[in-house]
């Protein structure tokens, strides 16, 4: 099944954020709020939260269980937290089974990576069919993002150093929206075995809490 990159708008993020369980709504609010890439995503550690100073250092990027840095130069970079993503992780944090500064933000409870199509697969897509809302992929979080920073006006030099990106014009061109991403053949096919993730009951109901929203 191919997938727009489609942006979310205010209220679908919000009741997005409200009815995921805690794994899928920290990694989905935190891709909302702060523009990673999939792969930076998934390869944060806590070494990479500063949280007194308020940013999060992108060093690495992982891939089918591979670390390697970020895919340009201009990856490498700092990304400053609003209060709602930095709350996000801090309250992850105080679930999370490992939380010394070399391991992962996101892992499973051995410690390994997770697989962000298992994420996927698990938490966000029953979601958003509970919830009527088309299914939201990594690329949706970074364009749901990227179309917020350019809404308030954030100009597209600034944009760009926030995202990673080589140029200001890779996060405005015109095919982004439209650029399709084919999920793997296995997520189309029978579950394939699983690692249980940390932290990760499947939900389709909103929990007790509200998560703080998205801008």
């Known amino acids: 099944v191919a997938l727009r990159a489609v942006e979310l708008n205010l209220i ?15 990694m989905v609010g935190l891709g909302m709020l702060s523009g990673l890439r999939r792969g930076e995503l998934f390869a944060l550690r806590w070494r990479d939260l500063e949280e007194r100073d308020r940013v999060l250092m992108v060093r690495e990027a992982v891939y089918e269980g591979c670390f390697d840095t970020p895919k ?33 933000v996101f892992s499973t409870w051995s410690g390994k990576p997770i697989s962000p199509n298992n994420v996927l697969r698990q938490q966000i897509f029953p979601t958003c069919e509970v919830l009527g809302l088309r299914r939201v992929t990594w690329l949706t979080l970074r364009r ?66 509200a998560p703080p929203h998205a801008p």
């Open 144 to 209: 749901t993002y990227s179309s917020w920073a350019h809404d308030k006006g954030v100009p597209g030099k600034v944009v760009a150093q926030l995202m990673g990106l080589a140029s200001p014009n890779e996060s405005t061109r015109p095919d982004l929206c439209d650029r399709v991403s084919a999920e793997p053949a296995r997520m189309r096919g029978a579950d394939a075995e699983r690692p249980r993730l940390a932290g990760a009951p499947l939900a389709q109901s909103a929990p007790g809490s």
């Open 72 to 104: 340009t130069a201009a990856g490498v970079r700092q990304i400053p937290l609003s209060d709602a993503a930095l709350k996000l992780v801090v309250d992850w944090k105080a679930r999370a089974e490992h939380t010394e500064p070399d391991a992962l």
């Open 12 to 26: 679908g993020r919000r009741e997005l954020l409200e009815a995921l369980p805690p794994l899928g709504r920290t």
